[in-house]
Each structure stands twice: as structure tokens, then as C-alpha cells.
């Protein structure tokens, strides 16, 4: 069945570090790709998407593009922030359009 | 636009009583899911819905119920609740389709079981 994997967490980073978060997929066909973010004590947010291959994502200075080749939908941005600080999930919605499968999640602390 | 509604926030329950979650959504979203949060295992998928009437089982429907009567409302029913159903529980909804776009969350609830 479809799958996501997601570095393990926690990525400790100090103010303006460079940000990568790697996630890599198992699915069938071509399926949607998504990183939401979660802040303590919040549900999830939708941060990014990309729906096909090549297409990058973007949003509040975080980055990811749709790698068919190495089945991968890796996160970055240039220079983090204090308030970036939360748990970023990658996702994928299969190509059937209904089941959305969950990464396990990385905790970002970024430093003052 | 109110979004997803989730209620309660929090709830603790004896082993062995019931209750139901309650999840609402003003969007006219097709879709609506409810997960589940652990620690270390990301967001697992309990049950989903593709619209009114519709229901089907996810990863890890034991001890779940829903149903769903309106395209607003997508109730989770806990049956007899166990320790093991401690979590945050989240419901989501999104448009229906491949290209539809990524899922509005709720708030969650919170749920302990003693």
C-alpha cells in the first residue's frame, strides 16, 4: 500500500539556518503531495502541495518539488525562523482521490 | 467561515463507557476523515467518508463507529471506550478528487481514558 517516510526528528537549527526535511513516498500511479504544519496544541495546516510531477510547491518561504524520479518531496527553506518552530508532516492523497496517508512527523525547534 | 468544528476539546472517560465526537463543517467539503494522533506515529486514519451515506473503514477502525447523515456532520462514536483509545483525535475535510487540494483540520479533542 501507499507510503510516506519522513526524517526523524527533532532538527534543532539556529535563527536564518538553512532548512531541509526529507520525505520520501510508496504509491501506486501519481498521487498528491502535501506538507502541513502543526503548532503546539493546534490541528494540522495545510502549508504546500504540488499534484504532479515536477511541480514545487511554495509557501511562507518553504519550498518542495515533486520528485517522481526519486519518489521524493523534500521541504526546505533558506532561513528559518523562531516562529517556525512546530511538527511539519509529509502526505500523499493516492490517485484514487480519497485516502490522504500520513509521515510520522519532525520536530523543528529553531534557535534565538 | 467557521471551518471544522470539532467538540469537546477535551474529554476523559472511564474503561468501558461511550461518547460521541462531534465534527462539523460549513464548506460543503465531500470528503471528511477522522484520525487519530500518538506520539511517534504520526496521524492514522480511522475512518472516512466520500459523502452523505457513504462510510469506509481506515487503518484503524476497531472500536469506532461513524456514520453520516449530512455532508456537515460526520460523528465518531466510541463504543466502549479502552485505555488504549487515549489519543487526540482529529477530523478533517476536503473537495472530493485527485487535484482537490489538501484537507482543512479541526482544533481536535483530546481524549483520556482511565
Known amino acids: 500500500g501507499d507510503s510516506v517516510t519522513q526524517m526523524e526528528g527533532p532538527v534543532t537549527l539556529s535563527e536564518e539556518a538553512f532548512l531541509t526535511i526529507n520525505c520520501t513516498y510508496t504509491a501506486t500511479g501519481y498521487p498528491s503531495l502535501f506538507w502541513y504544519v502543526q503548532y503546539p496544541g493546534e490541528g494540522l495546516q495545510l502549508l504546500l502541495k504540488?499534484?504532479?510531477?515536477?511541480d514545487k510547491g511554495s509557501n511562507k518561504g518553504f519550498e518542495a518539488t515533486y520528485r517522481k524520479e526519486t519518489t521524493s518531496f523534500h521541504l526546505e527553506k533558506g532561513s528559518v525562523q523562531v516562529s517556525d518552530s512546530a511538527v511539519y508532516f509529509c502526505?500523499?492523497?493516492?490517485?484514487?482521490?480519497?485516502?490522504?496517508?500520513f509521515g510520522a512527523g519532525t520536530r523543528l525547534f529553531v534557535k534565538a | 467561515n467557521a471551518g471544522v468544528t470539532q467538540t469537546p476539546k477535551f474529554q476523559v472517560l472511564k474503561t468501558g463507557q461511550s461518547m460521541t465526537l462531534q465534527c462539523a463543517q460549513d464548506?460543503?467539503?465531500?470528503?471528511m476523515s477522522w484520525y487519530r494522533q500518538d506520539p511517534g506515529m504520526g496521524l492514522r486514519l480511522i475512518h472516512y467518508?466520500?459523502?452523505?451515506?457513504?462510510?469506509d473503514q481506515g487503518e484503524v477502525p476497531n472500536g469506532y463507529n461513524v456514520s453520516r447523515s449530512t455532508t456537515e456532520d460526520f460523528p465518531l462514536r466510541l463504543l466502549s471506550a479502552a485505555p488504549s483509545q487515549t489519543s487526540v483525535y482529529f477530523c478533517?475535510?476536503?473537495?472530493?478528487?485527485?487535484?482537490?487540494?489538501?484537507?482543512?483540520f479541526g482544533s481536535g479533542t483530546r481524549l483520556t481514558v482511565v
Open positions: 502526505a500523499l492523497r493516492g490517485t484514487g482521490g480519497f485516502k490522504t496517508i
Open positions: 504540488a499534484t504532479k510531477a515536477d
Open positions: 467518508s466520500v459523502g452523505a451515506g457513504i462510510t
Open positions: 464548506m460543503n467539503h465531500e470528503y
Open positions: 478533517a475535510s476536503s473537495y472530493k478528487g485527485q487535484g482537490a487540494g489538501g484537507y482543512t
